[in-house]
């Protein structure tokens, strides 16, 4: 099973019963210069609810699926608590899992990363996501989401896929590690004012902005051959382990799936990023 499925793909099979649809839509509501806090994660159950893909379920991923005591956002709950959230949404070990979002596809990609890092290998993120299938005309439904049946679903995590500033802090002087930025540039540079803290970047990274990596008009991702130019364009080679990073350790996830899809295979996640980097004022920063 692939990283991507395609909108035709899915309404192929889209009465298989194994399969479990997951719409994972946040949106973040950006609070004032100063706060303490960069954002507040809202679930898109609104969005939800005014359409979806018929039979889908919805996955909220800060209320559900990360750890609640920190005051950083989106940091990954333990394995035992994101097993039990995986099987409440019906998720079994031999489900096809399918995840979709609106506007960006990094909740999506956010959820196929954890998944990957719990041992299930079965679950694709629909290319285009929502905004493509319903461009198309296809079935939509309305109305709270439903569920599915209590699944199975038994993790086997694996080490790697997730690591710390103090995995990030002995990169920084690894040869054999490139550390990847998927912010913009104007945030990888330092040019503007960071939501996050100090404005810049981890000393020694690159940048390659997970943006850069869809087309903001279809949410579609990048083929292979613009995606690998791209990250080849940084140095970024299969001998390279890769750590990548954002701001809060969601759009960092499109990096990922497109290097995975390329053949990568030492790929891991920063994943307190710059949330928790750039206001830890022990941890170097670099700006141009």
């Not at 896929?161 to 990847?180: E, G, M, T, Y």
């Not at 940048?207 to 850069?212: C, F, L, M, R, S």
Request: charge should be negative.
């Amino acid at each position: 099973m692939g990283e991507l499925i395609s909108t035709e793909e899915l309404a192929r099979i889209l009465h298989e019963p194994d399969l479990r649809i997951f719409d994972c839509t946040t949106r973040l509501d950006y609070q004032p210069p100063g706060s303490d806090i960069p954002y507040i994660a809202v679930p898109g159950l609104d969005t939800f609810e005014a359409a979806h893909i018929p039979g889908a379920d919805f996955l909220d991923i800060q209320g559900e699926f990360s750890e609640q005591d920190t005051r950083l956002r989106f940091m990954m709950a333990g394995t035992a608590e994101l097993e039990i959230a995986f099987r409440r949404h019906g998720v079994a070990n031999d489900s096809r899992v399918i995840l979709y979002s609106l506007e960006s596809p990094m909740w999506a990609t956010r959820f196929w990363w954890t998944l990957e890092s719990l041992g299930f290998s079965h679950a694709s993120v629909l290319d285009g996501g929502f905004d493509k299938w319903s461009a198309e005309g296809r079935a939509i439904e309305r109305g709270p989401p439903r569920g599915y049946p209590t699944g199975d679903f038994t993790a086997a995590s694996r080490p790697g896929f997730f690591v710390d500033k103090h995995a990030v802090l002995a990169a920084r002087n690894d040869p054999s590690v490139i550390i990847i930025n998927a912010l913009g540039p104007q945030y990888h540079k330092g040019l503007e004012p960071s939501r996050y803290g100090r404005p810049g970047r981890i000393p020694g990274s690159i940048n390659v902005p997970a943006a850069t990596l869809y087309d903001p008009a279809t949410k579609t991702f990048a083929n292979a051959a613009d995606a690998e130019s791209q990250f080849a364009a940084q140095g970024v080679t299969k001998e390279k382990q890769v750590i990548a990073y954002c701001g809060g350790g969601i759009s960092a996830t499109i990096d990922l799936l497109l290097l995975r899809r390329l053949g990568y295979e030492n790929l891991m996640l920063y994943d307190g990023s710059m949330g928790e980097w750039a206001r830890d004022v022990s941890l170097p920063i670099e700006t141009d």
